[in-house]
């Protein structure tokens, strides 16, 4: 061989040599990832931790009885297909157990949703603060995202129809939405469904629909049982209480959960999840507990902060918005850094564009309280 050739031993020249080490492909790295809410205070202390939306109540003593029931077979593979996991939900839902998928949260169905009907070249469109975890998948996915902008922190229909085009296949929508905590009454969702073209999904998103008590409210199960281009999606890390577990179902067409459970990995439900969602889908009273706690102090906390100057973004869910004065020393950062020094933890949410306000989940009376009085001591009021 000439001394001068640049031509290696694969073949290729110098120009077309691969990267010394394994790259992703094209847009991973522009994805930002997702940052959990914090769970330690300054000093890693933590007195009562608000950041996550989780319950306050624990778990079902129903779901930890089923949680030890099979620990004594963890050697074992779980049922690949969760099939009692989905007849239970089935059952209490009054769904057909063969139109719903169970995933490793609600998260991971979402995810099943952009591989299955996003590539290159597709759009999906999601509202402007909506659910992170959307403009991950579909990124990952190799598809665009398309951002729909809100009106007063709420999901515009109008908005989102405005932006469908040919390359749209898939809608995103939480009802209700994190982290504003807005909704979309259910004549808008329809609203929104029938002005998209036939071949685009809707996926609603619903994780806190069991907090909504507002007549005007439907989670989508309606929907996706009639239509052919709607699915629902749930989860088990709210008000169950199973976060820790990983667990969430989605319920739609049969030809669109046939395709998912096409590209869903085998046993991607623990035993131990599965044990425990049965239990905790079946167990009513646990559910009714946690309803009438957020009831009584959703809007206590509202109340209460807001007789301190600070705005609240009425929210149907289990948080609150909480917006701080637009003041040096008095902003959200400043808020969430005196919080954490007296170990007490909310939630930052610049990274869903909103850099003056912390999201708070609604939690015991003593953290509700305790959050209160610290918020009343940092603005300066006896």
């Excluded at 950041?51 to 074992?76: H, Q, Y």
Aim: include cysteine; charged fraction near 20%; charge should be negative.
């Amino acid at each position: 061989m000439n001394e001068m050739s640049t031509v290696s031993e694969t073949g290729k020249t110098a120009g077309e040599m691969p990267s010394a080490r394994p790259q992703p492909k094209p847009g991973v790295l522009d994805i930002a990832p997702y940052v959990p809410g914090k769970s330690k205070g300054s000093h890693g202390k933590t007195i009562h931790k608000l950041s996550s939306n989780e319950t306050p109540l624990g778990t079902s003593a129903d779901a930890r009885a089923a949680i030890e029931a099979v620990a004594g077979a963890l050697e074992l593979y779980p049922d690949g297909a969760a099939t009692d996991l989905r007849a239970a939900i089935g059952e209490v839902y009054g769904l057909n157990p063969d139109r719903i998928i169970c995933g490793a949260g609600s998260d991971e169905v979402l995810s099943l949703i952009a591989y299955g009907y996003l590539g290159p070249g597709d759009e999906a469109i999601y509202s402007e603060h909506g659910f992170l975890v959307y403009d991950i998948a579909i990124r990952a996915a190799g598809a665009t995202p398309v951002i729909a902008p809100e009106k007063d922190l709420t999901t515009d229909v109008d908005a989102i129809l405005a932006r469908v085009t040919d390359r749209t296949k898939v809608v995103f929508i939480a009802n209700p939405n994190n982290p504003t905590g807005t909704y979309l009454p259910f004549e808008e969702v329809r609203r929104l469904h029938e002005g998209l073209p036939d071949h685009v999904l809707l996926v609603l998103d619903a994780a806190y629909a069991e907090y909504v008590r507002r007549n005007d409210y439907e989670s989508g199960l309606e929907l996706a049982a009639t239509s052919e281009n709607v699915i629902m999606t749930r989860t088990f890390s709210k008000i169950y209480g199973l976060a820790s577990l990983r667990l969430g179902w989605g319920f739609g067409p049969a030809h669109v959960i046939d395709a998912l459970n096409r590209i869903r990995g085998p046993f991607n439900v623990s035993a131990m999840a599965i044990a425990a969602g049965m239990a905790a889908v079946r167990d009513r009273a646990f559910v009714t507990r946690s309803v009438e706690h957020n009831e009584k102090w959703l809007p206590v906390v509202t109340g209460e902060l807001e007789k301190l100057g600070l705005k609240v973004t009425p929210s149907v869910g289990n948080f609150i918005l909480v917006h701080f004065p637009d003041a040096a020393g008095k902003r959200a950062p400043d808020a969430d850094a005196y919080l954490l020094e007296r170990g007490c933890v909310l939630r930052l949410v610049g990274n869903y564009g909103l850099p003056n306000a912390l999201r708070m989940s609604i939690g015991s009376e003593e953290a509700n309280r305790t959050v209160i009085a610290h918020l009343k001591d940092f603005l300066g009021q006896k």
